[in-house]
């Protein structure tokens, strides 16, 4: 661990916001680290410059996302469908295969350079899960790992097994981009259009499912103050409000 380094990581909630625009801010942000860590190369240790870290919060409107490595064939709505569901479909460079983001789902974009923390990508995609699964703890629910797939689930192993938060990324010189998607008030009918990561044989599931009713604004922003607070534990970092 480079504790040397800068551990601050600047926070936004972009509230609702749409797909494009949010994938073209990670990518500007991510570009500006990148940016910084090339000029660095060139210069002595005590005049680098330190790179930043962003972490983004935002809810999206209907969008399907399909993984570099994905299958447009998991995309089982044509174009009459998406129009009729007010839907889009986006080809990104994640990887993963295909998902669902829309409104009652909390997305999380952490644009860190890892460098700052520790250079290992699998590390990297168990703390998202551990940061997931501690928040999912608070509502009194036992989030699980599945052996072989990334993201949060429950009741792994049996037949009822299911999915409650899906996870992506995409890094770069060790500068992450892309995040995690976690079903909180979610409108799980629009996974019904997909065959959700390309895994038939498993179901997907939200916060609101699971405790059988559909969580208040105060308890939606307690679910984001929970992922907050576990980020920093789990990352070992301090979140600052950007302005």
Known sequence: MNT?????????????KDYQSSWDYQEKLMKAIIDTKVKNRDLPAEERHTTS???????????YTLGKSGHEENMLA??????EIEATFVKVNRGGDITYHGFGQIVGYPILDLENFFTDIHLYMR???EVIIRTMAEFGLKGERSPGETGVWLDVGK??????????????????LHGFAFNVNTDM?????????????KQVTSLKRELERELTTEEVEQVKNSIKRHFEKVFEAELVRKN
């Open 189 to 201: 009918r629009y996974f019904e259009y997909i065959i959700p990561c390309g895994i038939k044989d």
């Open 127 to 129: 703390n998202l899960e």
């Open 159 to 176: 037949p009822y097994a299911r999915k409650i938060c899906a996870m992506g990324v995409k890094a770069s010189r060790w500068v992450t």
């Open 53 to 63: 870290n962003h972490f983004l919060l935002v809810e999206h409107p209907h969008v």
């Open 78 to 83: 044509g174009i009459d469908k998406l129009k």
């Open 4 to 16: 040397h380094q800068n551990k601050v990581v600047a926070f936004e909630d972009l509230g609702i």
